[in-house]
């Protein structure tokens, strides 16, 4: 019975928590709270039990934190759900089975081991990426500078590592020592990433110049089929085209060096573009500017035949500088999948480059923008209501692994600007503000990062530390314990 209580005790705490832990209510704090309490269940309880009552907890929370923010019909998001749910107990589980076989230093390095490998093998198999990650959950500017070292796996694995150590400081509670220990490590898991994150941001240039640039938003959608309404689509794109084009000027008049528009701005036929091009070629060398015009090119015969989600970069002498189709659409997306070789340009601003919206989910994929030394990366966008700001915020992340300044402009949802180190420059809020275009001053400056050079390294050196500890832990008794 008593067993029973504490169990309760833990339960209902940590069902409210974990609400709050992702998805559409994130308090950053949550995670550092319901990771130690879900940690602490799953020691408490036999394995059996921990599958039959956490995975249903788990599976309920997604449900619910998730909902319209992965649009997915309904039987397939419970299924997204489940498994989700899954994977994320499979740490808990690993760490249930073995955290009394082996020596003190390995009981406390089993689950952030595991909770980074797994959260690492789950961003490689789901379509996703990235998304969804706990990471992302983290707003601490100073904390989230390590993410320039380690990617977010260093994020998760400071979770990982602070939850076991307050289950060990708990389990020691009677042992002034260990309990001590426990404690100071804690302080310095806790304080160090913060140290080195303040840093690294005041020990940089602060005179970086600045180049003013312009986000300009459009709603267009053509919801009929194109090969039967052919005269009417080119009517109401070249239209479209027009105010955008104006839009352009209006903004180059108003200082802008970079004028960029959202993702699919403009519907346009494939056997139109060289039209666009001319004209937006003729407004870039008469205003001085570089226009980043991204639109959904069209065949006759769409939807019949996929188009093209993508962006073409104009310079200011009124050449096309390069031309890049999205690497990762959407599962729901009728389109052509890019080569996904980055494409980048040098301007007067320093090199620039572009990837679209869902690209940003992956950081291996983004590691190309890093390793060319790019100053700005500009990224059309287009979300929805229920998940923004999130997938602009989990863009910023991008820019302090690979240290490039990041403009991303995004339709329906939050445009935003950010420096190298994830400093908000500026920003607009669809849903809030009203208005179609977002301004900001943003440095053309870039800093190497340590993550940009070594990748995935840390999540290698946490999976091939994982497994020698289970070699160890699995052969322990019958090679290096002793009678006695």
């Not at 690492?120 to 100073?142: C, D, E, L, V």
């Not at 090969?227 to 802008?256: H, M, P, W």
């Not at 990762?328 to 620039?352: C, H």
Request: glycine share 6%.
């Amino acid at each position: 019975m008593k067993k029973f209580i504490e169990v309760i005790k833990l339960l209902i705490p940590l069902g409210l928590i974990l609400f709050f832990t992702n998805g559409r209510w994130v308090i950053p704090i949550a995670v550092w709270i319901s990771t130690p309490l879900l940690l602490r269940l799953s020691r408490e309880l036999k394995l059996l039990s921990v599958v039959l009552i956490i995975t249903p907890l788990l599976f309920i929370v997604n449900l619910i934190i998730w909902k319209n923010i992965i649009p997915l019909p309904v039987p397939l998001y419970q299924i997204v759900s489940l498994i989700t749910s899954i994977f994320t107990l499979i740490p808990f589980l690993i760490d249930g089975l073995l955290y009394q076989k082996t020596n003190r230093t390995l009981s406390i390095l089993i689950f952030p081991l595991s909770f980074v490998s797994f959260h690492f093998i789950f961003s490689k198999i789901s379509p996703s990426g990235t998304f969804g990650s706990i990471a992302y959950t983290q707003t601490n500017i100073y904390l989230l500078q390590i993410i320039s070292i380690t990617g977010i796996w260093g994020i998760i694995f400071l979770i990982g590592l602070f939850s076991s150590l307050i289950n060990y400081a708990y389990e020691y509670r009677s042992n002034p020592k260990e309990f001590r220990q426990a404690i100071l490590i804690l302080a310095c898991i806790i304080i160090l990433p913060l140290i080195y994150g303040f840093i690294r941001m005041h020990s940089g240039n602060e005179n970086i110049s600045t180049v003013k640039t312009a986000g300009l938003l459009n709603e267009f959608h053509f919801n009929k089929r194109v090969d039967r309404n052919i005269v009417e689509f080119d009517s109401v794109s070249l239209n479209q085209q027009n105010q955008l084009l104006d839009r352009t000027i209006q903004s180059a008049r108003k200082g802008a060096k970079f004028v960029v528009w959202q993702e699919a701005a403009l519907f346009i036929r494939k056997n139109r573009e060289k039209q666009l091009i001319e004209c937006a070629g003729k407004i870039a060398k008469e205003n001085r500017i570089n226009i980043g015009a991204a639109v959904l090119s069209v065949p006759d015969n769409f939807p019949n035949s996929p188009a093209e989600n993508k962006i073409i970069w104009i310079n200011p002498d009124g050449e096309v500088a390069f031309e890049y189709i999205k690497g990762f659409p959407t599962p729901d997306e009728f389109v052509i999948r890019g080569n996904r070789i980055f494409q980048y340009t040098n301007s007067k601003y320093g090199e620039i480059g572009s990837f679209i919206c869902f690209d940003m989910n992956f950081p291996d994929y983004i590691k190309q923008a890093g390793k060319e030394g790019i100053h700005i990366l500009f990224v059309p966008s287009n979300d929805w209501k229920e998940i923004t700001p999130y997938h602009t915020k989990l863009a910023s992340f991008r820019a302090i692994e690979q240290g490039f300044n990041l403009f991303r402009v995004t339709g329906h949802g939050y445009s935003a600007a950010y420096d190298v180190y994830g400093n908000e420059l500026a920003s607009f809020n669809f849903y809030k503000e009203k208005g179609n275009e977002i301004y900001a001053d943003i440095p053309f400056n870039n800093i190497k990062t340590i993550y940009s050079s070594v990748g995935d390294l840390f999540f290698w050196c946490c999976i091939v530390s994982l497994f020698i500890s289970l070699a160890y832990i699995f052969f322990y008794k019958k090679y290096f314990s002793r009678p006695g």
